[in-house]
């Protein structure tokens, strides 16, 4: 594998509640190489939508400590003036909803022709349009010559998504977050759309941080995946390990709760309780705990630790070692059955 | 037997225009959609946003003009001329999309739940508030919640706030229009395997919308693929996922992203060449006005819509 392009250290970005300070994100440290595609997982509240928040410097009001190394540079903490010299142009995001990313008021070719401007000062109008319809093409809009001149309300949801990333690698980006990047969209359109982010990752040899709560979309795209629960990374390996050999209590209980595959029963498994808040996040001991009541206590450790289990492939905490979901047999699950 | 019958309906929306503000054209949002849905079972209807599933859905329920065509409920003709149509809103309700939008802001739970009740059944208020009891433990919501508003609800608790609602007066079909879609993946399986347990436990018959194919398979028994306001194939779950005939439904299928990773270059090259394959004959499958053809059968249960010749 290429040579590294982010490396995220002891990671942890907190918010202020009532005067206090609470940690959405808990010391994570990941790595994104050179066309490498790595998936961050995990349900509405665990912190990936925080990390990649805290990666482009989005989060105003937060408290971001530790490293981030884009290119070998610490940009945690960067002021916006610096911080805007890399967004949009080494560094960019796919954003959830196209609907609130666009401004709705201005024409597609002017918001893609404001990226361009930002970072090339000296490209005119007519040629930033020209290569905003040559964007739009590339991302497989149909007639871009029209379109240029539409707002976003005249486009479907899928089209508006494709103005999304048209916008996002204007500027031939090292680095592209693709925050949820499909989940509002028809599957017909999110295969075209994967596609997409595959072809233009192979062309610019870039990295892609693929933020997602869609296990499928994470089998077909993911080169890495990194499980993250209540702002914790709780398991890390390649794609086949996560999916033919998960180890992590919430990483197998995930996948045995998507409906109409290998992994799951007539019944889909349900994770017991919710995700906790930010504020009642447990601090001390396995955060996991609470989901898997049947499990004794002894099987947690006190400080939870990333163990690295097998090459490269890291799970956090001892009671993935005890781990089997209530309705299975135990003497069957020590005798290690795997699914796949 | 059908407990649903939809027959040829059409449901178009007129376009106005010009100085007069005339008709100038129509968007025909269903054009001609015939199914049934038998009692007890799961009928899922699956197609892109777009494609008129929800305004068949909305229209079963009452809630749109329908241009032409009938709906039939048990003997019941629901759309027939006034002083013959049946009122059958008790006996099918509806739980829908988003649960943050479907539950008033501003009311507490017993008095949403209880709303059919006052609709429908003239009660006493302790019977009233003793039935709600006896709807939000069915759903496994806590008593003490009687009195909290939707806000301090995750959206699961919410949308089984939904589904309380829409069981209180026994209905008989109920609606789900993409009830998991706003919803984790855990909290999608709690939602799914309730729905479950209530229609066993209470024989209900449940017509499901949805895009998510996954979820579909999961739940339905049969399938119609809606596309472009008409019906292009219908059949059982196994034979939709495991011998779709439509190059729609072929393309549908194709496109659900696979789970096993190992199997990635080959379900890639699949989707390409199922890709091309709708690339080179999609217009084989649509006459001459782009509509789909009528559905012919190809086993008892398998219906697609292909051209004459075939």
């Known amino acids: ?340 | 037997m059908a407990l649903l019958k939809v027959d040829d309906l059409k449901i178009h929306f007129p376009i106005r225009g010009g100085i007069l503000n005339r008709v100038v054209d129509n968007v025909k949002a269903v054009d001609g959609v015939s199914f049934e849905v038998k009692q007890g079972e799961t009928y899922g209807l699956v197609g892109e946003s777009g494609s008129g599933k929800t305004t068949t859905g909305k229209a079963v329920m009452g809630l749109n003009n329908i241009t032409s065509g009938d709906i039939y409920f048990e003997d019941g003709h629901l759309n027939a001329e006034k002083g013959k149509k049946i009122d059958v809103r008790k006996d099918i309700q509806m739980i829908f999309q988003d649960p943050y939008s479907s539950l008033n802001p501003r009311k507490r739970v017993a008095d949403i739940v209880a709303e059919p009740f006052r609709n429908y059944e003239k009660l006493s208020k302790d019977e009233e508030l003793k039935k709600v009891r006896e709807l939000l433990q069915r759903v496994g919501i806590s008593a003490d919640s009687l009195y909290k508003y939707p806000h301090e609800f995750s959206g699961g608790q919410r949308q089984r706030i939904g589904v309380a609602r829409a069981i209180a007066l026994n209905p008989k079909l109920i609606i789900a229009d993409e009830p998991v879609s706003a919803l984790d993946v855990s909290v999608q399986a709690q939602v799914l395997n309730f729905l479950q347990d209530i229609q066993e436990e209470l024989d209900l018959t449940l017509f499901f919308i949805a895009h998510d194919l996954g979820v579909i398979k999961h739940m339905c028994d049969r399938i119609g693929i809606m596309y472009q306001g008409r019906l292009v194939e219908e059949g059982l779950t196994e034979e939709i996922f495991n011998n779709p005939q439509h190059i729609y439904t072929k393309r549908l299928v194709a496109a659900i992203p696979d789970v096993d990773p190992r199997n990635r270059q080959k379900h890639q090259s699949y989707r390409a060449q199922v890709k091309e394959e709708y690339q080179q004959s999609f217009y084989d499958y649509f006459d001459d006005e782009g509509l789909a053809f009528n559905l012919k059968h190809i086993t008892d249960t398998h219906k697609v819509a292909l051209p004459e010749r075939g």
């Open chain 1, 1 to 340: 594998m290429s040579h590294e392009l982010l490396e995220i250290k002891n990671l942890s970005t907190s918010f202020q509640i009532d005067e206090q300070y609470y940690a959405a994100v808990d010391d994570v440290t990941l790595t994104v190489h050179e066309n490498e595609v790595l998936a961050i997982v995990g349900e509405s509240g665990s912190g990936k939508s925080a990390t990649a928040f805290s990666i482009m410097g989005l989060h105003s009001r937060g408290k971001i400590e530790g490293e981030i190394l884009f290119q070998g540079n610490d940009i945690a903490n960067l002021p916006p003036s610096k911080l805007n010299k890399i967004r949009g142009k080494d560094m960019s995001m796919i954003f959830q909803d196209p609907l609130t990313a666009l401004n709705p008021l201005m024409e597609i070719g002017d918001q893609i022709g404001e990226v361009l401007l930002l970072h090339n000062k000296n490209m005119s109008k007519s040629k930033r349009r020209e290569y905003a319809a040559e964007l739009l093409g590339r991302v497989g809009i149909p007639r871009p010559d029209r379109v240029v001149e539409q707002f976003p309300h005249e486009l479907s949801g899928g089209m508006r998504q494709r103005v999304i990333i048209a916008i996002a690698i204007a500027n031939q980006p090292k680095l592209l977050i693709a925050d949820e990047p499909t989940t509002a969209l028809d599957v017909t359109i999110q295969a075209q759309i994967l596609d997409l982010i595959r072809e233009l990752k192979d062309d610019l040899n870039s990295g892609v941080i693929l933020i997602t709560h869609d296990l499928g979309v994470v089998a077909e795209m993911a080169d890495r995946v990194a499980v993250m629960y209540a702002g914790q990374i709780v398991e890390e390996a390649d794609v086949e390990s996560i999916f033919v050999n998960p180890q992590h209590p919430y990483t197998r209980s995930l996948l045995s709760s998507i409906p109409a595959t290998e992994y799951a029963q007539d019944r889909l498994h349900v994770i017991q309780g919710i995700v906790p808040s930010l504020k009642n996040l447990p601090r001390e001991g396995c955060r996991f705990k609470e989901r898997i009541p049947w499990m004794d206590d002894s099987v947690h450790e006190d400080h939870p630790e990333l163990h690295e289990v097998s090459d490269n492939h890291f799970v956090r905490c001892t009671c993935y070692q005890h781990f089997y979901f209530p309705d299975e047999n135990k003497e069957e699950q020590a005798n290690g059955v795997t699914e796949g």
